[in-house]
């Protein structure tokens, strides 16, 4: 006999489960199912435990920099397995966090995997056998994994998806990073921090291709001082692997060079975990593995939402909680604002950090506006300096004829705490008027967001 619930959420991801609490808090009955872990890849796998790493890898360069500050610190070291415990310890912690959300919010969980064998109908393959699950409304969060190329796939020894480096079997010496979007700057920061002699390949014209040209160049221009080798357009043909290293052939001007490294992290994108499920069958329009779907994630199959990273991007954790939520309110009978893609920040918790909101100055001039751009430097600001985080900059981007903030780039020190004024200013459809009349509280780095949207307009005080 089938049980019924009022709204069936597949994922317990930060999509899934956020829909799940705010389902049962706007009075309906609901289920969630999960196959492996409370909170999905995020919480166990991506967003906290790398950021868990990454605060381990900054606290160590900091120790480095002891005599600055006025401080002694003497052999320097780190021990890699407290770090990686620390990490899991974190990512631990969280995931019972989110068992206990379920149990508070009268959510009823069934762990194991689910098919959609008709409308309205999920089968979950438990421990115990096959529950059956019937819903009007059904929310797929099933999130995805990293993108594996052929002749690149990972073999966890010398070859690393983000997974294998969050617990590494050891420390790399010589690191080669594919990829240089969110995921693989990260690691590449992490590991080149802890001493790895790390080269970072990118198909693409430059780094971090999604962000702003200028940042993308400022990082870079950082990333090299701190050691990390770059080779943007060239693209990794082929690994020939030993027990002990791994000859990779890189395509780079035309021609193939043979280069050695002891570990690789192929980090080249994600497909989204839709497959198995039934969708097709069901009707679902899938495009590269991804679930198309309208801006209020309705599939086209009657009560069959799609959130998160198996549908539309951009695939953040933050944008799938976001849609969880609007889904909900919408399967209550509100009627919630869509989720506006260029309103989804994006954040990389490289050293220096980078963030971002809204259209690159390039984008925008592509979509016909004439612009105002504003740009301030660290050096500007007295609290970076007292920080000792002097390097960095903030640029923003306006429409020339209403004054709109379009878009806002950020490279430097808590970037990604920053880049939230600019959003909140976004979804206020806040001018450069208001902005500039705005007072911002000194001494903060949240001053150089003043500064630069000042310069936009020709009136900035401290440069």
């Known amino acids: ?12 991801g930060p999509g899934g489960y956020v829909a799940a609490i705010r389902a049962s808090q706007l009075g309906l009955k609901v289920a969630i199912v999960e196959r492996e872990h409370m909170g999905g890849i995020c919480l166990n796998w991506g967003c906290i435990p790398t950021k868990a790493m990454l605060r381990s890898s ?3 360069h900091l120790m480095h920099r002891a005599k600055e500050f006025g401080l002694k610190a003497d052999n320097i070291s780190y021990d890699l397995d407290a770090v990686v415990k620390r990490s899991r310890g974190v990512a631990k912690q969280l995931n019972s966090g989110v068992g206990h959300l379920m149990k508070k919010n009268k959510v009823t969980v069934f762990m194991g995997a689910a098919t959609l064998p008709a409308k ?60 240089s979007g969110a995921i693989g700057i990260e690691f590449a920061s992490f590991y080149n921090t802890l001493g790895a002699d790390t080269t970072v390949v990118e198909v693409l014209d430059r780094i971090l291709p999604v962000e702003d040209a ?49 570990t690789v992290i192929s980090a080249v994108g994600i497909v989204a975990n839709t497959e198995g499920l039934g969708l097709e069958a069901l009707g679902a329009k899938i495009d590269r593995s991804f679930v198309v779907t309208d801006e209020y994630c309705r599939s086209g199959v009657e009560g069959l939402y799609v959130i998160g990273d198996a549908t539309n991007g ?15 309110e919408l399967i209550a009978g509100g009627h919630p604002h869509p989720v506006k893609p260029e309103q ?45 985080e002097p390097e960095g900059m903030i640029k923003t981007v306006f429409d020339a004829k209403t004054g709109e903030l379009l878009g806002a780039h950020m490279v430097g020190a808590e970037v990604t705490e920053l880049i939230q ?6 979804k206020l459809e806040t001018t450069e008027a208001d902005l500039m009349e705005t007072v911002f509280p000194h001494p903060t780095l949240s001053e150089m967001m003043h500064e630069s949207v000042l310069d936009a307009y020709g009136r900035a005080i401290h440069i």
């Not at 933050?318 to 609007?326: F, N, R, Y």
């Open 1 to 12: 006999m089938a049980q019924t619930f009022d709204v069936i959420v597949i994922g317990a």
């Open 58 to 60: 900054e606290v160590y």
């Open 120 to 179: 309205g109908k999920v089968e979950v393959k438990t421990d115990k056998g096959t529950e059956v699950l019937e819903a009007k409304n059904i929310i797929l969060a099933t999130g995805a994994r990293a993108r594996e190329l052929p002749g690149l796939e990972a073999d966890g020894k010398r070859v690393w998806t983000y997974k294998h480096a969050l617990v590494p079997p050891h420390m790399p010496k010589k690191l080669l990073v594919i990829g």
């Open 214 to 262: 200028e940042i993308s160049a400022f990082a870079e221009k950082s990333f090299k001082k701190q050691g990390m080798k770059i080779m943007a357009k060239a693209m990794v043909k082929k690994l020939d692997r030993a027990a002990d290293k791994v000859t990779a052939h890189i395509e780079v001007g035309g021609k193939v060079e043979t280069h050695e490294f002891d």
């Open 314 to 328: 951009p695939w953040l954790a933050h944008k799938a909680s976001h849609e969880g939520v609007m889904v909900a």
């Open 344 to 388: 989804i920040a994006g954040c990389t918790y490289c050293h220096p950090q980078v963030a971002s909101v809204g259209l690159t100055e390039a984008k925008a001039k592509e979509r016909g506006y004439e612009v105002k751009v504003g740009r301030f430097p660290f050096i500007g600001n007295g609290k970076a300096i007292a920080l000792g």
């Open 421 to 426: 004024g600019y959003v909140v200013g976004q």
